[in-house]
């Protein structure tokens, strides 16, 4: 047996440094030799910019630290391969790295533009009659990947929105004695409204949860959405209004760019876009002489690792794990998916399936999940998003802030 | 013994609502016959609109609960009394409505605006031989209370701000593989940096903490900070920056009407000012061709009852309970204050202070806890912060989500 390198691509989540200390719990436990973390992905692999993760792990309690860590702990990166026909140099030459280090088992964690990198390298692999065996560990908040019931990462986002969201609609209803007042929460999602829709996760008894909410799966239209304000404005003193980024109308004209005057021209002198927020902003105010409060829930949405979702931890860790064991099985070219045979009370199993029916595909919220005026959700999403944000991994605390297992850290640093 | 009332006021805080619970836990002990609630602050009572917590709490264990609840329990308001003289009707038909309510005690749950609502009350109770007595609880994220060494809710916002910063680090750090990536933190604080100064909590053996710091006490000089960011950029990969929103120049221009040619044009008719956050983005991408991403705390920083402070929830709870205690046992005109005669071990005190020396006064950071440049805090200042934010006060889960006590759940409908 050889050695094991992963590496951590695309945006980070709360748990994808879960699934890193899944993949090295099970090579400890195959008694791989060397476990090689590349440091900024698939990039600093092709610098031969190696982590020996030696040198930060002395046992595997180190683990339960790391699962505790938000962000990419080997640091990511957004480079795509470039195709194989005329780059067979880069390719001859990675591979040439991996038997240098005697690589033979090759993961990598990230969405369905990092698969892209799994597919290349297993296609490569395959032509040249190369032993190396490369899996995908998927890993987005957007929960965008094809097949897979959902994606490692989506859990704790859609527990971190649908909890800010809900003391949000309690703070923004604390003032609500007198005039409306409006609060209008921008979400991540360009093309996709997973994680906005899971704001409707705050109604409850407790709560009305969101007034209105779009997703870029239904075109807006100004019109109801002025009509829909005004009957809100006439009803209730608190109202919430939570839009995925990537909302546009029905020609295709992005949301964020109607208030495309008000734009900042940024460092390259392209106009800068203040966000979808700003031109709902913009609209109620001219509309009805009422200035909302616009929210991006910005950063915190992908590395709120203090209010993870256990579900989602365990789930990151043990696709981490089975990716692992299954390159070492003998198996390449595959990602880990997920499949949920029930979700009450709920079943997760996990399956190697082929990276070509993955890879560059992406999964939008189906049109039945998003009511007919295409301004909610339905029951049936509100089911399927449920169990994903069940239980809290809380963090080590010290000094009453949580404590993370960074590159800062190198072991023989402190020992 | 007559009955107790108890407003909320201003802007909430993540714990204001532990101590409502406090309160009215001392009103059961004593055998407080009615406990009414403000609806809506001192606004509410002068419409007589009263909240009978009887409807809401069937026994002491909903305390626990509301002790879990963002924002204001009762609502806020942000109206502050006109003063006595020309105003005796408005009095006379508040101190009526005592009679008739049978108020004997009246607590006021705010920051130092609201705290001029106990001291006109108290003035004109005295004034006029009225027996009823008046008690402020202290309460504001923003810790600009004079004579008390802190204020309930400025711990929890202190961890809530420290923790997602260091989140935030761990994130950006996770792309610094490249170009210099610039993150904005903008924070609440017209005037005090002491929420600004807490984001330095996240400095530590696993983190960096923000690499620049700007509150409002210093006078914020445009070279100077485009020498710094300059300096940073050749040396660092991943900078972040944490500034109030108050930053000023020497001559008092904020830092966000700088950017003010880039300004919405509100409901009114006024530039809506983006934020200081901008205003630097701008200065960045002009000087150095890098766009930095801002992120804006925004309501979350006073609403994240999720990551609460125990010390402070338990403090805040202290408060409201000794606040009821102190107005029981026939003083008024007085404010709860904590006293801290020592902080390792940490020990607090509560004493009941003349409201005459606390309304209206803002306390600002102490120059000498920010570093002679002025962009950064002292251990001093770490010191005296560190003790408010230790440990956790998980919220209730259900279904994944904190649970919360809201005026939606009258236990009439529920039992």
């Given at each position: 047996?050889?050695?094991?390198?992963?590496?951590?691509?695309g945006g980070p989540?709360?748990?994808?440094?879960?699934?890193?200390?899944?993949?090295?719990?099970?090579?400890?436990?195959?008694?791989?030799?060397?476990?090689?973390?590349?440091?900024?992905?698939?990039?600093?692999?092709?610098?031969?910019?190696?982590?020996?993760?030696?040198?930060?792990?002395?046992?595997?309690?180190?683990?339960?630290?790391?699962?505790?860590?938000?962000?990419?702990?080997?640091?990511s990166?957004r480079?795509?391969?470039?195709?194989?026909?005329?780059?067979?140099?880069?390719?001859?030459?990675?591979?040439?790295?991996?038997?240098?280090?005697?690589?033979?088992?090759?993961?990598?964690?990230?969405?369905?533009?990092?698969?892209?990198?799994?597919?290349?390298?297993?296609?490569?692999?395959?032509?040249?009659?190369?032993?190396?065996?490369?899996?995908?560990?998927?890993?987005?908040i957007d929960?965008?990947?094809?097949?897979?019931?959902?994606?490692?990462?989506?859990?704790?986002?859609?527990?971190?929105i649908?909890?800010c969201?809900?003391?949000m609609?309690?703070?923004?209803?604390?003032?609500?004695?007198?005039?409306?007042?409006i609060v209008i929460v921008e979400i991540m999602g360009r093309n996709?409204g997973?994680l906005t829709?899971?704001?409707?996760?705050?109604?409850?008894?407790?709560?009305?949860?969101?007034?209105?909410?779009y997703l870029p799966?239904?075109?807006f239209?100004i019109?109801?959405f002025l009509?829909?304000m005004?009957?809100?404005?006439?009803?209730?003193?608190?109202?919430v209004v939570c839009v995925s980024e990537g909302i546009h109308l029905?020609d295709g004209t992005l949301v964020c760019e109607l208030a495309n005057e008000n734009a900042l021209v940024d460092a390259f002198g392209h106009k800068h876009l203040s966000g979808c927020g700003y031109s709902l902003f913009r609209l109620v105010a001219d509309n009805f002489g009422i200035n909302p409060r616009v929210v991006d829930l910005s950063l915190l949405q992908r590395c709120?690792?203090?209010?993870?979702?256990?579900?989602?931890?365990?789930?990151?860790?043990?696709?981490?794990?089975?990716?692992?064991?299954?390159?070492?099985?003998?198996?390449?070219?595959?990602?880990?998916?997920?499949?949920?045979?029930?979700?009450?009370?709920?079943?997760?199993?996990?399956?190697?399936?082929?990276?070509?029916?993955?890879?560059?595909?992406?999964?939008?919220?189906?049109?039945?999940?998003?009511?007919?005026?295409?301004?909610?959700?339905?029951?049936?999403?509100?089911?399927?998003?449920?169990?994903?944000?069940?239980?809290?991994?809380?963090?080590?605390?010290?000094?009453?802030?949580?404590?993370?297992?960074?590159?800062?850290?190198?072991?023989?640093?402190?020992?």
């Open positions: 047996m050889g050695n094991v390198v992963i590496g951590q691509s989540t709360a748990v994808i440094n879960a699934s890193l200390a899944g993949a090295i719990r099970c090579a400890m436990d195959k008694g791989i030799k060397k476990i090689f973390g590349m440091h900024h992905g698939i990039d600093g692999f092709i610098k031969h910019d190696l982590i020996d993760m030696d040198e930060y792990l002395v046992d595997v309690n180190d683990l339960s630290l790391l699962k505790r860590t938000p962000a990419a702990f080997l640091g990166c480079y795509k391969l470039p195709k194989i026909e005329g780059n067979e140099d880069l390719y001859e030459s990675m591979f040439e790295y991996m038997d240098e280090m005697d690589i033979e088992y090759f993961l990598y964690n990230g969405g369905n533009d990092s698969m892209d990198t799994i597919l290349k390298l297993s296609e490569y692999a395959e032509r040249t009659g190369r032993n190396q065996k490369f899996v995908g560990i998927p890993k987005t929960n965008d990947l094809a097949i897979t019931d959902h994606t490692p990462g989506y859990g704790s986002a859609a527990k971190f649908g909890t969201v809900k003391e609609i309690c703070d923004n209803e604390s003032f609500a004695g007198k005039d409306p007042r996709a997973w829709a899971a704001s409707a996760l705050a109604r409850d008894t407790d709560c009305t949860g969101p007034d209105l909410i799966e239904v075109n239209n019109e109801d009509a829909r005004d009957k809100l404005i006439k009803t209730k003193k608190s109202i029905a709120a690792t203090h209010l993870a979702s256990r579900t989602d931890v365990e789930e990151a860790y043990s696709a981490g794990y089975i990716a692992c064991e299954t390159a070492i099985s003998g198996e390449s070219a595959k990602m880990i998916t997920l499949r949920v045979p029930r979700r009450v009370p709920y079943n997760c199993f996990y399956e190697a399936t082929n990276i070509a029916d993955i890879a560059n595909i992406e999964k939008k919220m189906p049109r039945s999940w998003i009511t007919k005026d295409g301004t909610n959700v339905t029951e049936d999403f509100i089911k399927y998003v449920s169990p994903l944000v069940i239980g809290t991994l809380p963090p080590y605390y010290v000094g009453g802030l949580p404590r993370h297992m960074t590159l800062r850290n190198k072991r023989k640093e402190i020992y």
